[in-house]
């Protein structure tokens, strides 16, 4: 186990900015992470990282940052008709993704391009293209710093909700995942009636629809509209799209009748946040070196020597005008450092 000090953390999160970690190290396995939580010098604040794709720095970190880095992809049950996992935290989300779709399992090709690792999908319950991943979620197994013993909470224990889960509230802090058991279908069942998907797929009627087949409509689809975190800073999806009372949506419907929304159960209405905010004029408009997408409200860019302070400011801003348009409040899905 090294330790590193003053560590630059631009090579470990998506938006780029330049912060530095007082304390820096990886950890490979559970047993290791447990080491490095246990023996942590003075009793520093400490943050686990994965892809770094959801969370933005806005100031160096004073602590100690320990890089998921906790692998493994092991068949534990398979039958006729279904397969079980039990994946790393420290695995490429996509990387699973296409390599389950590769094999004909379906559940999570809808999920195909979304950044980080599998560490961060219970956490935030990602979700895409009208799929969660607690749909497939069996358990998730977790590191207790109370005791550094391993615990396996049952997807019900898991307390999911739209990007929410019990890791976000009462155990934020708490624990550390180590690793996911999913349970995926071969017998294909599609999700294809969000955004364009079916449109896509039925220009070419004659192909068979696969897992692969959709992961890589959804993938046409998301590099269309969202920028590579490679080419152009960002944290994906800032903002969270708002579940609201249908009685709110409805108002908001009557005075924006072609305003995109999508049911949650018979009382709520989804309206997405990049609608929101490109209503309100903020779709392409950039404020010092921050800005948001082109193609997509609800993405804020570093367009070049941003600071997370800068882009904190933004959204800022960006939340007190849809507040102010439409009695919203749209929450960061984020997480802000």
Known sequence: MMIETNKSLLPYHTFGAKVNAKYFTTAKSSHELAEIISENNNNNEFMIIGGGSNVLFTKDYEGLIIKNEIKGFEIIDEDDSTVTLKIGAGENWHNIVMKTV??????????????????????????????????????????????????????????????????????????????????????????????????????????????????????????SKLPDPKEIGNCGSFFKNPVLANTIADSILKEYPNAPHYPVGDDFTKIPAGWLIETTGWKGKSKGNVGTYPKQALVLVNNGGATGEEAWDLAMTIQQDVYNKFSIKIEPEVNIV
Do not use: H, M
């Open 102 to 223: 590769e094999k004909g399992w379906q559940g999570i090709e809808n999920l195909a391009l979304i950044p980080g690792t599998v560490g961060a999908s219970p956490i935030q319950n990602i979700g895409a293209y009208g799929v969660e991943v607690k749909d497939v979620i069996q358990e998730v197994e977790v590191l207790d710093y109370s005791d550094f013993t391993l615990k396996t909470y049952s997807a019900k224990k898991c307390q999911f909700g739209y990007r929410n889960s019990i890791f976000k509230n009462e155990l934020k802090g708490k624990i550390s995942v180590i690793s996911i058991t999913i349970k995926l279908n071969k017998d294909w069942s599609f999700n294809t009636s969000y955004g364009a998907i079916n449109d896509v797929l039925s220009k070419k009627p004659d192909l068979e629809v696969t897992p692969l087949r959709v992961a890589n409509v959804i993938i046409g689809i998301r590099n």
